[in-house]
């Protein structure tokens, strides 16, 4: 079944509250989403910054224990106009690096979601009116914290959050541990496009026509969010630093391929040691993001 | 000119030893490197162990602020056999996550010139006989350390070292800061294949048959190790932890676009916001190394 | 005024829950908490584990953008049992170090409230029965995290928490920033003893009677949580890395310095490079905690 | 026996250079050092700047897999000027922090020998002529460091180095494993005052008298650098980041505690778990610096 639903209201963390819909195993939801500063497809604002989620959807049936599958079937920008940060961060950069900039204001760009493209319109540099290809993404999603808690959409952890990965886009497969009743799954902070490490804490931050279909692996524990596409499987670590991040992601890695895809730990060590990828999700939010990256073909047939 | 080069010692430290050659900006030199072990082509132990580099290789007219420029002509397994660790490093999966693995000794693959391939032969897990399409690279090179230091061959720092990155292959240009005079170049630790970060310690080592051209780039001081090949520009970041060696990276790239790019510092870091990779080199040495990619089809026409 | 209060129920997440108590700026408490796992001065298991909290204890008139005022006017255990953690946890020890222990249950320890001492009675050990004088401490405190937030007990951030810092003892004036209406300030998580660190991820676990002062500063916001006693002032730094924590708390300091104790940033600065010492509150938690020292015999008079 | 030594040059790395001097196990040593800027008592530049050390000596018998002891028998500022930096590093504050500060120069003190204290002269601040009591300390020390490298002694490593703790003082006896024949030991960079961290990146620089005795402890390998004084032991881990630096010294404590002080695994756990204190050497140099402490008073009684 397909759900349309028109957000009324939002959150800034992920937690425990109140679902705006119910949704069966296997259901599709058609909604938006605003942007990171709470902007919607007309460029009104319509609810404070930071990231506003919508949401969150109850899941019948799901409990803890049971993993969340969310299919990204559309990410679409639903405007013309985007913006992002336009200076790199200063945890990206050496201590003693002294960025000699102009005062550092949002930079702004036109988009053409008919011909997915977006162009530079300010502020001026040598760059000109760069265009660039979309490459529409969501920079925060998933479902309830753990443990009760509520956790603030700026950042991330087991449940997802502010993961800000460009590899979530249209067609990706994620997997999100269930901690509460319901999963209570949540989505928002659409990035037009994104670079790695979203290093100036932003991508193309713009508001999202969006569907996804919700499903459920009752009784099948995850530690961190998984993904899959049409190449790859991969799993994501979240925290800082970034040994850390990426730690949480080789372990799950680890763990997934011998629970899930017929490898035993010889093999899962042996075909990392010299196949694995891994992609800088982002180093800016409070935890930052790895993923840990396996292209499909080389696991044993059949998983 | 090219210079047919039979190495007859080795060293494990990158600092200012006595050059076995000394070459002119522009020559070539046609050499062999053993492997991380000290093994020949011959497989016999020819040398003690630990990255044991072929050089160093003396620059005429090389002088301490100038940029080496190496173009990796060629980088060939010269054996049917190489090694690598089996079992994922402690320091890249959750310090609580205990590895069940039987008693971790080294896997064995054969390797097919010819074909460009290996094969898994040793130990038997459910990988099998995994076949891999080889992908041959450099693990450890550059030139004598700086501040007169004598820096060994298990790290990297500015001046290059045991890096590990996939990308040092066959084609590729790579930039060395000039710390001594005739900059003093070595090279070593071939892998016929590596997967990112190096987790398990080690590439599929094997002895190589290489060529390289060095030339100068007079009184153009670099901070850290540069690259490119026919589609991307590269900088590299070398220490602990991954933020550092990111940052390093950044900083690296960053200075670059402005100083050589034809880019302000306004549009460089436009540019990386929404365009940047970032590459994971290792993971496992005394200081890891981060790769900050930059597409050459985004730099401004001419540059 | 003095209210007793007797917890009926306990939090293991510091957010916005109902409050179990109104006071006045001014007023003190005296109540009692349970251990971290939830048992109390009777041995019983009264609330799940996991640090549970009594409170919250809403001040009347506390608004966002307050200082949060807690003297701890007494600390002290209620009971004869402690129990604490017998192996070093793997992140305060090289990854590559095997502990050879046998299977590692918790310690537990005979608490001689009269004498203030403590007596290892198992596990057997070449250090016998071993008696250390009582310093009791609270492990986790503060009050609603902010942007809405609910923050699990394990872990800490600016709002305070999990913080495991031996310095939070008897006679302690410690300050929280304020960012929810009242502020609902928790305690819990007594240890009787602890080490710098608290390596082992628990100190002497123990249920307290307790004494505390609430009082308010209007209009005056900090970062992170301060503290004072007789003889020096400190801020606290909670995140992960240590590196991280370590700027937290230096941050803070020097802010603290020049907003309250009439230095200007140069002087802040020259005294904190020949004076400032360092404390290791605890590498175990998700966030770690580090704490900045400065002597009040170094400040400027009537400061 | 006593060796009277003026050094006549100095280095700045930490290598098998030539030995100035033999002595025999149990011989003392009284010569001076330069500061970290290579100025000597008499304010006089002798040496370039970059922590010069003197030495190294050669200690007749030291082999590899020996531990070199060193009592630091006197350790005395010789003249009546020091300085230090004015500002503090980047790296111990928030990425985000913007220290506001005039353009930051060295800071002088004048230095009362006899007395025992430091008064600040230069620059102007709220602190005026702040006056602290003198606590010298080498800061940077150690052997020839391993694998036949050669170390800059603006970082540290297993071999000792720039570690900047200010618990190296008069009176305290240092441990460092033996690399090379000879150990040849280097010392130089005193301060005649270091608040924890170093974290401007100086402590109050300036000459020494100094007096020190070696010795060895034949076939007794150790780990990283040790040391004792009066009360405690103490363990030196030495490495980015600080998270890395603190394995080490507490990984070098449990192996210690085991190896020479008389107490099972099981046993040096519970200990620490209660009763280490640790210290934060530097947060500035290359590589930083925490101690890990153990009062003698703990230990089992004869070790």
Sequence with gaps: MEHQFTPTHYFTTLGSHEPVLTVQPGDSVVTTTVDARGKDANREQVTPRGNPQTGPFFVEGAEPGDTLIVRLDSIAPNRDWAFCGSSVAPN??????????PEAGMAEWDVDVVNGTATLTTPESKLGRLTLPLDPMIGCFGVAAKGGQAISTATSAEHGGNMDYR?????????????????????????ALQGDGEIVGSGLEISMDVRFTLDLIKEHE????????????????????????????????????????????????????????????????PAYTMVCRVAKSLLPSGS
Excluded: K
């Design 167 to 191: 590899g979530f886009r249209t067609g990706v497969t994620v997997y999100f541990p269930v901690f509460e009743p319901g999963a209570l799954f949540f989505l928002g902070d659409g990035h």
């Design 92 to 101: 990206v950069v050496r201590p003693d690096f002294v960025l000699e900039l």
């Design 222 to 285: 995850i530690g961190w969010p998984r993904g899959e596409n049409d190449e790859e499987i991969f799993s994501v670590g979240n925290a800082r630093p970034l040994d850390e991040a990426t730690q949480n992601a080789t372990t799950e890695m680890l763990r997934w391929l011998v629970q899930d895809h017929g490898l035993d730990a010889r093999g899962a060590n042996l075909l990392l040691a010299q196949c694995v990828r891994y992609d800088l999700g982002n180093m800016f939010d």
